[in-house]
């Protein structure tokens, strides 16, 4: 009989896909996953160390299955990821009953860690070296690449997928954890890209999405001094039949160059939709987080999208609260979100994190009070601005990828078991536009995952709302077959990302506030994970 395996993913888009990826070993290995870590063999937990209410959630949730190995001791429990490299052995002291640790630069070997902790009942650490442990190409080589072949029923949908182009990050934001935990950043070679995104695009993807901590920082250099970057990527993507969307997340703004702003224009599949965090409007903090570039080459970076690149959407991500952050700094970050025009922003507070540099070197004077306030500040200037981008909208038909039923419809379903009051086959859907915007409206399910035309009537910060105008017919006049996905698939214990009305972008799903009232509720849905019970 197979061995069963509970995944559960918290964090970013990165662990999104390694999440994806393991899934994909251990099924081919023969494992069956399952939604409920009382029918599991294995129990896996792939983590996010980026804030600490992140790893709090973790360990409570190790502590809760603690009773639960001791009644079960052939149970396998596995924390992989951030936490893995970051925490190790840390890991083992505060939960003992942990059998594996295994980090994000060492995912390939986990068959083999689960081989190893049957056969000798021994618990297994697979970690990458430090950065300061030897040499750099030894430390590279130590985060290997983990590229299996992909395989479309796990991911929440066949016709969308993320794309790694890098590993790890160089830029040593001082409040930062990822260059540890992910190591130094490494481009992947791009045959091996565009190889990934013909392949995807034959098991029927039709939107890839290109991730790297920052992205467009992608260089590829080969022995003979030739590089490869990132627009020259997109062109040779933008080639790729059955490919109609390409985007790419996550961008640092020193790295906006003006081949890359041309290539979004000029490439019509590539979307016209940049996430470029600003992190604060205040150049005393920027200096202070080390991000390289002040508030107005921060602005002029933004003139230089919007003028290349005609109705680009633009969102950002805002820490609040980070040290020596004061009521006149924290009102600069206002001013930057009242005038930037931004779709959205992800706010977060600081949570100072052992082993970067701002932990180091500053103490973490605001209180806890004062960067709820700010956040909710933030907040509320943001919801307003994007309730006048999303206004612009109300009159127009934009297209839209129709990703799958709204949260609503979620909820009616899982309430009554059918959508009530609609023939069979209609509910309320949600999709993105190329701009990233997310639209509401009913239509019937067999559009999951085909372009439409949506004519908007309304808008809320968060949403626009509208109505079919007409389904958009595949290149040969037919509907396309590939999207008929009526049930998005439960993955890894939850959905691998819920793309509902609520939740205005997939790419971080750890975020404790976000501008979007949803994202709280799906971050607390992601970790609040199905706890064993024991058998009395
Ligand atoms: N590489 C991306 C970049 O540079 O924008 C994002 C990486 S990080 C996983 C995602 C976001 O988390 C960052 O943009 C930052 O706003 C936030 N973040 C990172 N470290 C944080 C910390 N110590 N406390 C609070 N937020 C943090
Ligand atoms: Fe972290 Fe800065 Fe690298 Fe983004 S660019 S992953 S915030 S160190």
Known sequence: MSKKVFLET?????????????????????????????QADVILFNTCSVRQHAEDKIYSALGQLRRHKQRHPHKIIGVLGCMAQKDQELIRQRAPHVDIICGPG???????????????????LAVSLGRADAHRPEVERSFESYDPLREPELRTNRFQAYVRTQFGCDKFCTYCIVPSVRGPEQSRHPDEIVAEVRFLADQGCKEVTLVGQTVNSYHYRFGDGRMVRLSDLLYRLHDIPGIRRIKFITNFPRDMTDDLLQAVRDLPKVCRYLHVPAQSGCDIILRRMKRMYTVAFYRDMLARCRETIPGVAISSDFIVGFCGETEESFQRTCDLVAHAGFKNSYIFKYSPRPGTKAFELYPDDVPEEVKRRRNNDLLAIQAKVSLADHRRFIGQTVEILVEGPSKWAYKLSNHTGHDAGQPSDWLQLTGRTGTDHIVVFDGPKNLIGEFVQVFIEDASPYTLFGRLSSPVLADNGEKTKEGMLLEPITLLGSRAHDNSAEQPNPAYEDRETSFSNGSRSLYQRRLSLPIVQDQA
């Open 10 to 38: 918290v964090g970013c888009q990165m662990n999104v896909l390694d999440s994806e990826l393991v899934a994909a070993t251990l099924r081919k290995a023969g494992y069956q996953l399952v939604a409920d870590p009382k």
């Open 106 to 124: 060492q995912l390939g070997k986990l068959l083999y860690l689960l081989e190893e902790v049957e056969r000798t009942r021994q618990p297994q």
